[in-house]
């Protein structure tokens, strides 16, 4: 019987300790078509988690002048975002986004 508020207390203890998630913690997502971003370009708050899926039958780049991803059909890739940016598939010209943020 000693053992079950003893454990109760522990347990109120860890859950005290794990953050919260910040209410900024949004997320959108852009499918990657076989040769357009869909949508094209998407305005998001400061601190959105974009989320780049693959839906096309080809691999494409999500490609910046910083950084660049490799994606296969049915692949994702996810990056939280602070500030606005382009973006191009390396692999198909014209194929190109933007990221607003406002």
């Not at 019987?1 to 919260?20: D, E, F, G, H, K």
């Not at 078509?33 to 989320?51: C, E, H, L, N």
Request: proline fraction near 6%.
């Amino acid at each position: 019987m000693l053992l079950r508020p003893l454990a109760l207390a522990s347990a109120a203890v860890m859950l005290a300790a794990v953050p919260a998630v910040p209410a900024s913690a949004a997320s959108t997502t852009i499918a990657v078509r076989d040769d357009y971003f869909r949508p094209r370009v998407k305005t998001v708050a400061r601190g959105t988690r974009v989320i780049w899926v693959n839906r096309g039958e080809d691999p494409h780049t999500v490609t910046t002048r910083r950084w660049s991803v490799v994606l296969s059909p049915g692949e994702r890739y996810a990056r939280g975002v602070r500030r606005g940016f382009r973006y191009r598939c390396r692999y198909h010209d014209g194929m190109t986004g933007r990221i607003v943020v406002g």
